[in-house]
């Protein structure tokens, strides 16, 4: 599990001194991940290294939006103004957001057959 986490953290590591060079344009944790995932799919690394990791990351997913919880409820204030705003933004990129990931999919498993 060791090698595992150190492979996580190598490639979080990375995304964000890439992400400082180029001034923050796109967060590191997103540049570790597009790394991470490029490595496992091009079979640099062997998924087996940091499948241990990540199922254990996965299971305990709800420990990660604590922080955000919190956050949330500090600008609750903020909140209450935009709320309007904020649903729309958030029901049309969900709705993005799940369309991609089908288009990736289904283009992912065609390549498979």
Same mark, same amino acid.
């Given at each position: 599990?060791?090698? $595992? =986490?150190?492979?996580?953290?190598?490639?979080?590591?990375?995304?964000? &001194?890439?992400?400082?060079?180029?001034?923050?344009?796109?967060?590191?944790?997103?540049? #570790? %991940?597009?790394?991470?995932?490029?490595?496992?799919?091009?079979?640099?690394?062997?998924?087996?290294?940091?499948?241990?990791? &990540?199922? &254990?990351?996965?299971?305990?997913? *709800?420990?990660?939006?604590?922080? *955000? $919880? *919190? $956050?949330?409820? #500090?600008?609750?204030?903020?909140?209450?103004?935009?709320?309007?705003?904020?649903?729309?933004?958030?029901?049309?990129?969900?709705?993005? +957001?799940? *369309? +991609? =990931? &089908?288009?990736?999919?289904?283009? %992912?498993?065609?390549?498979?057959?």
């Amino acid at each position: 599990m060791i090698k $595992g =986490v150190f492979i996580i953290l190598l490639f979080y590591f990375l995304g964000e &001194a890439i992400s400082f060079f180029i001034k923050g344009f796109i967060p590191g944790n997103i540049i #570790g %991940m597009i790394l991470l995932f490029l490595s496992l799919y091009f079979k640099i690394f062997d998924s087996d290294k940091v499948k241990d990791v &990540a199922t &254990a990351f996965t299971r305990n997913m *709800a420990i990660f939006f604590i922080p *955000a $919880g *919190a $956050g949330l409820l #500090g600008s609750y204030g903020l909140i209450s103004q935009f709320w309007m705003s904020i649903l729309i933004v958030c029901s049309i990129s969900t709705v993005l +957001v799940i *369309a +991609v =990931v &089908a288009l990736i999919q289904q283009k %992912m498993e065609g390549n498979k057959k």
